[in-house]
């Protein structure tokens, strides 16, 4: 019988990834686009030239091959999509000794 593990909520820290937390945040943002490109049945052509980049470059992002895009590029990219983009900096919490970066979408 296999051990079943509980993972963490964050797939690239459970398997150890030193930039954990960065790829899930580009993971989140790169969903959102691929969400909104499909709510506005755009092809992958017509995205790639509205967002400023190659179609290889948006259809490797969408396809979880992020590591050439910055956040900024991709937070560029919801804005160009028509999306408003709110970034926040609150104190953390005391328990942790470093802070903690989520996204969140209304």
């Known amino acids: 019988m296999s051990k079943i593990t509980k993972g963490s909520g964050n797939v690239y820290a459970d398997l150890g990834l030193a930039d954990a937390g ?4 580009k993971a989140q943002l790169a969903a959102k686009i691929s969400e909104i490109i499909k709510l506005r049945k755009l ?3 017509e995205a ?4 400023g980049m190659t179609q290889p470059k948006l259809s490797n992002m ?6 050439g895009i910055s956040e900024t590029k991709m937070l560029a990219c919801l804005t160009l999509l028509g999306r408003d983009v709110q ?3 609150k104190p953390g919490t ?3 000794k470093t802070g903690h970066m ?3 979408f209304a």
């Open 48 to 51: 790639s030239a509205l967002l």
């Open 87 to 89: 970034i926040v900096v």
């Open 43 to 45: 092809t992958q052509t």
């Open 22 to 25: 960065e790829m899930l945040v």
């Open 94 to 96: 005391r328990s942790r």
């Open 62 to 67: 969408l396809r979880g091959r992020f590591r």
């Open 102 to 104: 989520s996204v969140i």
